[in-house]
């Protein structure tokens, strides 16, 4: 058995062993496996079914990581991302009132899907990539990022709505900030301190303290796997050819594309597979987010990318696909752990009296925590964007604070990109943009021409 895996994924020649994968594997599912936990949080507000959701979840994190562990071999795990959800959930489902719903959001999903894995097998993918500045796609990394800290902020009743200021700091001495913010610290020392899973660690020891103080109602730790049935094959195909889908079907598409390609460069640098600057199979890697991302949409998940978690596991020596096989079938055990994830993300329903107003709120405690400490990570990208430039620093700040401010990606995306070809071509720096710049501006420009 062991001489089959060695030449199945090439341990022995990748200079790794059996233990190193494994250790690998496990600690890549403890870095990112707060997904779990968090994801049918973020679509339960879709109104999508939390425990659907969470099988969803499980399984197509299983599906894509096992593609990539036997087709591309390399030690990386694949999940619904982070900010792809808030964007399925706010910018597309609540924000079009009713005229969207989940089920037409995950059908857009799934064609996204199937377009990505299109364009990676025949070479289109590099195109798209090089009509975005670096600055522009820096831009949009943080604007998630700062996006999904707003979102952690709210949930966690850290921030609370205001007639005056639309938001204001709420009750910060109330028992579900003080446990939010107690798991803030307690996630970021831990990660400080170079803790292997700090974020899962966090949530589990901020759901313990929530259940011995009644905060939340503690319904055991294993169980039989809910019902997928609320969201399996539920999506509208048909509905994609409602007002307004096409761009969101655009911007899932960008977003894999630009989650998937910084991630497997990231990773791959980190395990030195890169050679001459390139990564080999990374066709199969891409397709395994595609396909990934099919899959999850069938299944009832919004888009699924690879995690940049993984180069957690790979610093713990994971080299080859096995580290990944291990990874997906910690996803699939997870399966029975429903009672424990509810507990983690289910929510709290809480009255709060900030400036003599109350307000009734649903929050969740013991999964804000992980959101804040992703934005705060995938923020450190606004580093890259050259900001001494200004006809690339105006579009990239565009984009990066529309984001949070109007809870759309899309609206961040379209003002950068317009604003950077109206500033380049403005400036006579009109040649150093891509021509194919120029249409989806004009595009995104005649979009708002048209609804106003």
Not at 76 to 92: E, K, L, Q, S
Not at 133 to 151: D, E, K, W, Y
Not at 227 to 235: A, C, G, Y
Not at 353 to 361: F, I, K, M, N, Y
Request: hydrophobic content about 55%; glycine content about 10%.
């Amino acid at each position: 058995m062991s001489n089959r895996l060695d030449q199945l994924f090439q341990v022995s020649a990748s200079r790794s062993s059996f233990r190193l994968e494994v250790i690998g594997g496990i600690t890549t599912f403890m870095a990112m496996s707060y997904i779990i936990a968090v994801q049918p949080a973020m679509l339960q507000n879709a109104g999508m079914d939390f425990g659907a959701v969470m099988v969803a979840t499980c399984l197509s994190s299983c599906l894509a990581t096992l593609i990539m562990a036997f087709w591309a071999n390399y030690p990386i795990g694949i999940a619904p991302a982070m900010g792809h959800n808030a964007y399925f959930t706010f910018a597309v489902v609540l924000a079009s009132q009713g005229r969207i719903s989940w089920q037409v959001a995950l059908a857009g999903v799934f064609v996204a899907g199937m377009i990505f894995a299109l364009i990676s097998r025949w070479g289109v993918r590099e195109r798209i990539i090089e009509v975005i500045p670096p600055s522009l796609q820096h831009a949009i990394a943080v604007g998630i990022g700062l996006l999904i800290t707003v979102i952690g902020l709210e949930w966690s009743g850290i921030v609370v709505p205001s007639s005056a200021t639309y938001v204001q700091l709420g009750r910060l001495s109330s028992p579900p900030v003080l446990l939010s913010i107690g798991g803030v610290l307690l996630i970021a020392v831990l990660m400080a301190r170079e803790f292997k899973g700090a974020i899962l660690i966090g949530m589990l020891v901020m759901c313990a303290v929530a259940a011995l103080t009644g905060l939340i109602r503690f319904q055991g730790i294993v169980a039989m796997p809910p019902s997928i049935e609320p969201t399996f094959l539920k999506l509208d195909l048909a509905g994609v050819l409602s007002p307004g889908m096409i761009e969101v079907v655009f911007v899932f598409l960008l977003l894999a594309l630009f989650d998937t390609v910084g991630t497997l460069v990231g990773v791959a640098t980190e395990a030195g597979l890169m050679v001459d600057g390139k990564l080999p199979r990374a066709r199969q890697a891409f397709l395994a987010d595609a396909l990934g991302t099919a899959a999850g949409a069938l299944l009832g998940t919004s888009t699924v990318t690879s995690y940049i978690e993984s180069a957690t596991g790979v610093s713990s020596g994971a080299r080859t696909g096995l580290a990944s096989l291990v990874t997906a079938l910690l996803f699939l055990a997870a399966l029975f752990f429903h009672p424990l994830v509810s507990a983690i993300g289910g929510g709290i329903s809480w009255q709060q009296t900030v400036a003599g107003r109350t307000e009734s709120l649903h929050l969740y405690p013991v999964a804000a925590p992980a959101l804040i400490i992703v934005g705060s990570l995938m923020v450190k990208s606004v580093s890259r964007i050259l900001w001494t430039d200004l006809t690339e620093a105006v579009p990239a700040f565009l984009t990066l604070i529309i984001m949070p401010l109007t809870f759309s990606i899309t609206d961040g995306i379209a003002f950068g990109f317009i604003a950077h070809a109206a500033l380049k071509a403005a400036s006579g720096k009109g040649r150093e943009v891509h021509w194919g710049m120029y249409l989806l501006a004009a595009v995104l420009l005649a979009r708002y021409i048209w609804l106003s």
